[in-house]
């Protein structure tokens, strides 16, 4: 059973670009969540999702920032215009639908974001 | 609100020596709580989890952590450290509420064993 899969696993952009991340969760999982981790500082939640539904959007920055989990395909985090401060590891992670109350998360292996 | 503070940054140990790292949480509910494991450039494992029971929980690669209610905190431990264990950890806290399983993160510590 492959674990969660995030591409691409670095990416650099220019200021005013776009940077689209993809996250697959586990077979099975049903419910997405993603956080950013700056540099030297832990992780912060910044959405949650299942499919075709935002559940909790509190961590995401009010604008440039938008979330998707389609029916089909992977979850998509997309930052429009970045900015220098955008450069962060993204983290999504994944747990499974009928899960215990204890809902553990299963983590990929993050998507580098560098902005020039 | 819920929140996690780990005491420490940066923690350096000899190979064989005791580990300890420290986290307190704050939660106005009963915590679910969990310890992760970042080794450079990769994503996060996790190490154990509490949620109801034994207090004392133990995890992958000999840590173990005690849930301590009373001082609201939940240290990791392990007896004797080896070099693979050079890494980040990250406390983290949670409550099942709304039907989904938030987590709260600590800064991290970076864990540095020297031979």
């Known amino acids: 059973n492959a674990g969660v899969m995030q591409n691409p696993r670095h990416l650099v952009r220019r200021r005013g670009q776009e940077a689209r991340l993809r996250c697959s969760p586990m077979k099975g999982h049903s419910h997405v969540y993603w956080y950013r981790q700056l540099p030297e500082e832990g992780l912060k939640f910044m959405v949650y999702?299942?499919?075709?539904?935002?559940?909790?959007e509190s961590g995401m920055p009010k604008e440039r920032f938008s979330a998707e989990f389609p029916k089909e395909g992977p979850s998509i985090l997309r930052i429009q215009q970045v900015v220098r401060g955008d450069s962060a590891a993204y983290f999504c992670?994944?747990?499974?639908?009928?899960?215990?109350?204890?809902?553990?998360?299963?983590f990929g292996p993050g998507t580098r974001l560098t902005v020039l | 609100a819920q929140s996690v503070t780990q005491l420490g940054s940066h923690v350096s140990v000899s190979e064989g020596a005791l580990v300890l790292l420290r986290c307190n949480y704050s939660?106005?509910?009963?915590?679910?709580l969990f310890w992760y494991v970042q080794y450079p450039n990769q994503g996060l494992q996790l190490l154990l989890k509490?949620?109801?029971?034994?207090?004392l929980v133990k995890g992958i690669n000999g840590f173990e952590a005690e849930f301590k209610k009373s001082e609201t905190s939940f240290h990791l431990t392990k007896p004797s450290a080896h070099m693979s264990d050079a890494a980040e950890y990250f406390c983290a806290v949670s409550s099942f509420s709304g039907g989904y399983n938030k987590l709260i993160f600590g800064a991290g510590t970076r864990l540095a064993v020297h031979p």
């Open positions: 939660s106005s509910v009963p915590p679910y």
């Open positions: 509490y949620t109801t029971g034994a207090t």
């Open positions: 992670a994944s747990s499974p639908r009928d899960s215990p109350t204890y809902n553990e998360q299963f």
């Open positions: 999702l299942q499919k075709e539904n935002i559940i909790d």
